[in-house]
C-alpha cells in the first residue's frame, strides 16, 4: 500500500523560503507522476506544482518563478523549494501520488506579513 509522510512546513515571514519534502513507500515510485497540492481555510484543494517520472514540470500561475519541484528516485523522496514566500501562501500542502491517488497527511505552511 502507497504511503506518503510530508515534512518541512512551518511558520516563516514573507520573503522566507522552505523546503518540503514527501517520503514515499510502497510504490514503484520511479514511475509514478508526483503533485503538490494545497488547501487554504475556506478554499478548494489546488495544484501547486506536479513532476512525472521522467522529471517534466508544471506548476500554478501562482507560484511559478517562485516554487520549484523535483524529486530523487533513488531515495522515493519528492520536495517542493518555496522561496519569496507570500501570505496567500498559506496553507495546507499535501503530497499526491498522482497514479495511484494516494494522498499525504499534509504539513501546515504559514506565512506571515
Known amino acids: 500500500q502507497v504511503q506518503l509522510v510530508e515534512s518541512g512546513g512551518g511558520l516563516v515571514q514573507a520573503g522566507g523560503s522552505l523546503r518540503l519534502s514527501c517520503a514515499a513507500s510502497?510504490?514503484?515510485?520511479?514511475?509514478?507522476?508526483m503533485g503538490w497540492y494545497r488547501q487554504a481555510p475556506g478554499k478548494q484543494r489546488e495544484l501547486v506544482a506536479a513532476?512525472?517520472?521522467?522529471?517534466?514540470?508544471n506548476y500554478a500561475d501562482s507560484v511559478k518563478g517562485r516554487f520549484t519541484i523535483s524529486r530523487d528516485n533513488a531515495k522515493n523522496l519528492v520536495y517542493l523549494q518555496m522561496n519569496s514566500l507570500k501570505p496567500e501562501d498559506t496553507a495546507v500542502y499535501y503530497c499526491?501520488?498522482?497514479?495511484?491517488?494516494?494522498w499525504g497527511q499534509g504539513t501546515q505552511v504559514t506565512v506571515s506579513s
Open positions: 499526491k501520488d498522482i497514479f495511484t491517488g494516494r
Open positions: 513532476i512525472t517520472s521522467g522529471g517534466n514540470t
Open positions: 510502497g510504490s514503484i515510485f520511479s514511475l509514478n507522476a
